[in-house]
């Protein structure tokens, strides 16, 4: 077993031998903001394992992207099937060849998927993440209807997403793509055209409105906001006092907590009066890639 501090260490040695992963993981590069991005790395995390808990549910990671989530959770014994698109997937060999030698990470099994190529993957899942993926998903109601077939009515969809409404980001976003929320490209390996959100992150109450018309509800006592503080803050104070005071300000401050934080993080769960009829039951089957 291994928790959230000790697997970033052990990443740190990791990217230290494969500088393929530093354009997306920049700990090496940016010195000045380490704390600050080591922080969101851990909370978002640690959010995950504590939205899971059971160690008996099998996890579907949509857009895995190179496998970190997956293979931290597969090291503490739960099993997840990630499907990833793009130069991620290459990277996962390596990369389990490296977390092989601090345990079993033979419960993530992955592959290059589509979700909307739905003939693929028939299995059932107790949760389903989606990190940093569900703003790229397009068309999104299609794919909410999509997961909402392959998730149990006990299960929950695990969101870590943007924050939509974030003033800075929604400014930086604008000058990067303008109002071109939805692009299309072209997948080689697949050999289609592929529609995909271009940064298209929203606000809380829009993903809450999503969610409600396509068979899910977000459970309101799972909701966390994170990342309001500058970096130069968390080198004054201690990344855990840094953490405390955002967590206090979003709890207590509305416009803060809407305009000013980073990242929000919810769980959704299924309408069962809403759900779409499900796709046959694999629950338990191993699923190979």
């Known amino acids: 077993m291994i928790n959230v501090d000790k697997f970033f260490d052990l990443f740190l040695e990791e990217l230290k031998g494969n500088k393929g992963l530093w354009s997306y993981y920049k700990y090496h590069t940016d010195v000045k903001s380490f704390a600050f991005r080591k922080a969101y790395f851990c909370q978002r995390l640690e959010y995950i394992e504590n939205a899971i808990r059971n160690k008996e549910s099998i996890t ?59 003939s ?14 569900l703003h790229h ?52 390996r697949l050999k289609k055209h592929i ?3 271009n940064e298209n992150i929203r606000s809380l109450n829009t993903w809450r409105n999503a969610m409600l018309e396509n068979g899910f509800s977000i459970d309101n006592e799972s909701v966390q906001y994170v990342r309001a503080l500058p970096p130069f803050l968390f080198n004054k104070y201690s990344a855990d006092e840094a953490v405390a005071k955002e967590q206090a300000l979003w ?39």
Not at 120 to 133: A, E, G, H, L
Not at 146 to 153: A, E, K, N, P, V
Not at 177 to 185: H, P, Q, S
């Open 195 to 197: 529609l995909l959100g």
């Open 137 to 188: 998903l397009e068309p999104l109601d299609k794919a909410l209807q999509i997961m909402s077939r392959h998730l149990q009515d006990h299960g929950g969809m695990v969101v870590i997403e943007e924050n939509g409404s974030n003033l800075m980001q929604r400014f930086k976003l604008y000058l990067q793509r303008g109002n071109k929320r939805i692009i299309e490209i072209y997948d080689e």
């Open 251 to 289: 709890k207590k401050n509305g416009l803060a907590k809407e305009y000013l934080f980073f990242g929000i993080n919810f769980i959704a769960r299924p309408l069962s009066e809403n759900k779409i009829a499900t796709t046959p039951s694999l629950q338990g089957e191993k699923i190979n890639n």
């Open 60 to 118: 579907w990671d949509v857009g895995c992207g190179y496998g970190t989530t997956a293979i931290f959770l597969a090291l503490n014994g739960y099993k997840v099937h990630g499907t990833t698109l793009e130069f991620y997937f290459k990277e996962i060999p390596a990369r389990i060849n490296y977390w092989s030698q601090y345990g079993d990470v033979s419960g993530f099994t992955y592959d290059y998927e589509d979700i909307f190529d739905e």
């Open 120 to 133: 693929k993957n028939t299995s059932m899942y107790d949760y389903i993440i989606v990190q940093d993926t």
